[in-house]
């Protein structure tokens, strides 16, 4: 989100007949009982009428499972979900080759779950051996997609209508959905696209939800979004790492040349050594109203375009904590040149609603329409 309030992820493609493509890949995911089934369907009529050739991508484990093959057929759990993850970047890359060869100009691939959703059916040891498997790594794996829908479980605010009659491989109490539902949402925290669909509606409600941010996401109901920024007291650490719903990545971003009015950055953003590569070009329209591009990049393309770094501006290196909490996702940067302070920052629906932080976290001020903490700014005066 970091000053950025709309971007268009969608992958520009070129294929050998000289098709130009706009194609997006996203995920639906979410706990037993969210209404999935029903949100691939509404989001292929909704968005077929946009003028989106809509792929769906059917979800991998309720077909192994329906098929004969799950975790108490195969010889372990780990071969089981080497199996299953496998499939899934299988069908994945073939629904994007497939989608590389149409004449649509703006596809939509849907993804009924993605790979990160099979973290939740392992332990830590159980998915760096598939991770050491498939020769995968994390940061592709959640952020390979340019975003992630989760629906919360029905188990979770609209109890009277959670039932596992509509999915012979669902079996889960409704205890166990909320946790379930927890643990996935966990898998996808960190990714820079994430919006969680929750039961504050009826369920017709929630479609109409799901819908909206997808085509938020797409640049499809209005060219922006919004967001509120915050100066906070430097947060806990100890217990923002401890959360199961929190994840940190690296962030380091380099603002290159451009004309006056627009802002330019490439940013390189990952974990553990694995980055993926952005560049985004972003105007103001107000406080907090933005519009901006964004396009992938390869480390190559990332690398080249640092040649052009403005050089009145420092290299911005910050640690960024996403958070998950009432069904909000936050981000909370932290510099290496503050000590006792941080930035918050939270995308919006509306421009009057309300926000609920964390009791942990103690608010100083908005920062939200302050010159002084943007980054861009702050590029001047960082070490």
Same mark, same amino acid.
């Given at each position: 989100?970091?000053?950025v309030?709309?971007?268009? =992820? +969608?992958?520009?493609?070129? /294929?050998?007949?000289?098709?130009?493509? %706009?194609?997006?890949?996203?995920?639906?995911?979410?706990?037993?009982?969210?209404?999935?089934?029903?949100?691939? /369907?509404?989001? $292929?009529?909704?968005?077929?009428?946009?003028?989106?050739?809509?792929l769906?991508?059917?979800? #991998?484990?309720?077909?192994?499972i #329906?098929?004969?093959?799950?975790?108490?057929?195969c010889?372990t759990?780990v071969?089981?979900?080497?199996?299953?993850?496998?499939?899934?970047?299988?069908?994945?890359?073939?629904?994007?080759?497939?989608?590389?060869?149409?004449?649509?100009?703006?596809?939509?691939i !849907?993804?009924d779950?993605?790979?990160?959703?099979?973290?939740?059916? %392992?332990?830590?040891?159980?998915?760096? /051996?598939?991770?050491?498997?498939?020769?995968?790594?994390?940061?592709k794996? $959640?952020?390979?997609?340019?975003?992630?829908?989760?629906?919360?479980?029905?188990?979770?605010?609209?109890?009277?209508?959670?039932?596992n009659?509509?999915?012979?491989?669902?079996?889960?109490?409704?205890e166990?959905?909320?946790?379930l539902?927890? $643990?996935? *949402?966990?898998?996808w &925290?960190?990714?820079?696209?994430?919006? !969680?669909?929750?039961?504050? #509606?009826d369920?017709?409600?929630?479609m109409?939800?799901?819908?909206?941010?997808?085509?938020s996401?797409?640049?499809?109901?209005?060219?922006?979004e %919004?967001? =509120?920024?915050?100066?906070?007291?430097?947060p806990?650490i100890?217990? *923002?790492?401890?959360?199961?719903?929190? +994840?940190? !990545?690296?962030?380091?971003?380099?603002?290159?040349?451009?004309?006056?009015?627009e802002?330019? =950055? !490439?940013?390189? +953003?990952?974990?553990?050594?694995?980055?993926?590569?952005y560049?985004?070009?972003?105007?103001?329209? @107000?406080?907090?109203?933005? %519009?901006?591009?964004?396009?992938?990049? @390869?480390?190559?393309?990332?690398?080249?375009?640092l040649?052009?770094?403005?050089?009145?501006?420092?290299?911005?290196?910050?640690?960024?904590?996403?958070?998950?909490?009432?069904? $909000?996702?936050?981000?909370?940067?932290?510099?290496?040149?503050?000590?006792?302070?941080a930035?918050?920052?939270?995308?919006?629906r509306?421009e009057?609603?309300?926000?609920?932080?964390?009791?942990?976290?103690?608010l100083? =001020?908005? &920062?939200?329409?302050?010159?002084?903490?943007?980054?861009?700014?702050?590029?001047?005066?960082?070490?």
């Amino acid at each position: 989100m970091e000053d950025v309030a709309i971007a268009d =992820r +969608r992958r520009q493609q070129f /294929s050998e007949e000289g098709f130009n493509h %706009m194609i997006s890949k996203i995920v639906i995911t979410g706990g037993p009982c969210a209404g999935k089934s029903t949100a691939m /369907s509404w989001i $292929r009529n909704a968005f077929s009428q946009r003028g989106y050739s809509v792929l769906i991508v059917p979800e #991998t484990a309720t077909e192994l499972i #329906t098929g004969g093959v799950a975790p108490w057929t195969c010889g372990t759990n780990v071969e089981y979900q080497k199996c299953q993850v496998e499939l899934q970047i299988t069908k994945e890359r073939l629904f994007e080759q497939a989608a590389s060869t149409m004449s649509a100009e703006k596809i939509l691939i !849907v993804c009924d779950r993605g790979i990160m959703d099979n973290r939740a059916y %392992m332990n830590e040891e159980e998915f760096e /051996s598939v991770l050491r498997a498939l020769d995968g790594d994390i940061v592709k794996w $959640r952020d390979g997609y340019d975003a992630v829908f989760h629906l919360v479980t029905a188990a979770n605010g609209a109890e009277e209508y959670y039932s596992n009659a509509n999915n012979a491989a669902r079996y889960e109490t409704a205890e166990e959905a909320i946790s379930l539902d927890d $643990r996935l *949402l966990s898998g996808w &925290v960190g990714h820079k696209h994430l919006r !969680v669909i929750d039961n504050a #509606t009826d369920f017709e409600g929630k479609m109409k939800r799901l819908e909206k941010e997808i085509a938020s996401f797409l640049q499809e109901s209005h060219p922006y979004e %919004m967001e =509120r920024k915050f100066l906070i007291a430097f947060p806990d650490i100890s217990w *923002l790492e401890s959360n199961p719903l929190c +994840r940190k !990545v690296e962030i380091e971003q380099v603002y290159l040349k451009s004309d006056p009015g627009e802002e330019i =950055r !490439v940013r390189k +953003r990952g974990e553990n050594g694995h980055y993926m590569y952005y560049e985004t070009h972003k105007r103001p329209i @107000s406080g907090m109203k933005r %519009m901006s591009t964004e396009r992938h990049l @390869s480390q190559s393309e990332y690398r080249h375009l640092l040649k052009n770094a403005d050089p009145e501006r420092h290299r911005i290196s910050k640690t960024r904590y996403c958070l998950t909490y009432e069904n $909000r996702y936050f981000e909370i940067d932290i510099y290496p040149f503050w000590k006792e302070q941080a930035i918050l920052e939270i995308e919006l629906r509306d421009e009057k609603e309300e926000i609920c932080l964390p009791s942990e976290i103690r608010l100083i =001020r908005e &920062v939200t329409d302050d010159p002084e903490y943007k980054n861009a700014s702050l590029a001047k005066e960082a070490l």
